[in-house]
């Protein structure tokens, strides 16, 4: 059975439409994509690749399941042409904020760590990231595209 764009509006629908439940949306395909690194990682170690490997292909899989997912469930309000110049643009965007969230994520952790537990300071890299990934998706990557 096929997922029509009919089934996707009806599923982003039931999370609330609008910009004012994305960040409910946002948070659900996090919590998703979480689940398809981990799931990838365990399969792929199950193949018998390291952990290093499984992890960085699990990791780059995720990260374009996420793309996807923020394109047809947050932002569907923002749609783009496939393989047109917008699109394009909108994925290397997409993978700039992510390499900034990561940024964020380590160097927050880096000086956390240095006045509490470092499970606090994960946990803080964490939303810190979160709240400037989500924010920069918003403002730069999915934004609506002048480019055709």
Do not use: E, Y
Request: aromatic content about 12%; hydrophobic content about 60%.
């Amino acid at each position: 059975m096929a997922l029509s764009i009919g089934d996707v509006s009806r599923f982003t629908g039931l999370l609330g439409a609008g910009g004012a439940a994305r960040p409910i949306r946002f948070g659900v395909v996090g919590i998703v994509t979480f689940g398809v690194q981990m799931g990838c990682f365990a399969g792929f170690q199950m193949a018998g690749l390291s952990a290093v490997i499984a992890n960085a292909i699990a990791l780059a899989a995720a990260v374009q399941f996420n793309f996807a997912a923020n394109q047809l469930f947050v932002w569907a309000d923002m749609p783009v042409r496939l393989l047109s110049k917008a699109f394009a643009h909108r994925w290397a965007t997409f993978h700039g904020c992510i390499a900034l969230s990561l940024v964020v994520n380590f160097s927050v952790f880096v000086v956390a760590q240095l006045f509490m537990p470092a499970v606090i300071a994960v946990l803080i890299g964490i939303a810190s990231s979160t709240a400037i990934k989500f924010v920069s998706l918003d403002r730069f990557a999915f934004r609506p595209s002048r480019l055709v």
